[in-house]
């Protein structure tokens, strides 16, 4: 139900944009986040956005460098990535659901997720 796409390989200081768009769910009521797993870690927080795009929530490591926006007529969220790093390869997820506050920040919150689009950055 919902698709991430926009991932590859880019070099260190780069851009990626990624989508996450939804089929047979609207995104208009939840909020969405996108979280990333790398290879024998652990799945992290990214970024997230309300269901009107009146609240944005950046992990720390991203702030600056990554923005999320939404358009719920299209029913699509873009990350837009900039000054990439090596450290940020993974593999890159949305997620969507009925969240608010500090709980957009954890991925157990979230029912519904994508498959996921990977995201290489070289060094």
């Known amino acids: 139900q919902l698709q991430a796409s926009g991932g590859g390989l880019v070099q260190a200081g780069g851009s990626l944009r990624l989508s996450c768009r939804a089929s047979?769910?609207?995104?208009?009521?939840?909020?969405v986040g996108w979280f990333r797993q790398a290879p024998g870690k652990e799945r992290e927080f990214v970024a997230a956005?309300?269901?009107?795009?009146?609240?944005?929530y950046y992990a720390d490591s991203v702030k600056g460098r990554f923005t999320i926006s939404r358009d719920n007529a299209r029913n699509t969220v873009t990350l837009q990535m900039n000054s990439l790093k090596p450290e940020e390869s993974a593999v890159y997820y949305c997620?969507?659901?009925?969240?608010?506050?500090?709980?957009?920040?954890?991925?157990?919150?979230?029912?519904?997720w994508g498959q996921g689009t990977q995201v290489t950055v070289s060094s």
């Open positions: 997620a969507a659901g009925a969240v608010s506050g500090s709980r957009a920040t954890m991925s157990g919150a979230y029912p519904y």
């Open positions: 047979r769910l609207s995104f208009s009521p939840y909020t």
């Open positions: 956005i309300t269901w009107n795009g009146g609240s944005t």
